[in-house]
Nanobody
Framework: QVQLVESGGGLVQAGGSLRLSCAAS????????MGWYRQAPGKQRELVAA???????DYADSVKGRFTISRDNAKNTVYLQMNSLKPEDTAVYYC?????????WGQGTQVTVSS
């Protein structure tokens, strides 16, 4: 059973930065893909960014140029560097991984951006 442990959320002013981390454990296999989703109140969960074992990446249009996803394969850890944060980035951010075709989710971490 894969477990995802997130850290790094919090409160920041608009224009500020935060870095989220998520470590995967419980499997001898590295995740094929790791990433971050977010869900704001009253909205559907949406993909923010994903990184594949090949190191290719995918970003939501709304965060391109501001957020950077990276991955340490040796540690099975994914990072999300968030710069130039906006109030509309406020949401619960969920770490995600897919290992051997099975999806896993973290417990979520709150990111709040004040104007």
């Amino acid at each position: 059973q894969v477990q995802l442990v997130e850290s790094g959320g919090g409160l920041v002013q608009a224009g500020g930065s935060l870095r989220l981390s998520c470590a995967a454990s419980g499997s001898i296999f590295s995740p094929a893909v790791m990433g971050w989703y977010r869900q704001a109140p009253g909205k559907q969960r949406e993909l923010v960014a994903a990184i594949f074992s090949s190191s290719s990446t995918d970003y939501a249009d709304s965060v391109k140029g501001r957020f950077t996803i990276s991955r340490d394969n040796a540690k099975n850890t994914v990072y999300l560097q968030m710069n130039s944060l906006k109030p509309e980035d406020t949401a619960v951010y969920y770490c995600y991984s897919r290992t051997l075709g099975v999806d896993y989710w973290g417990q979520g971490t709150q990111v709040t951006v004040s104007s």
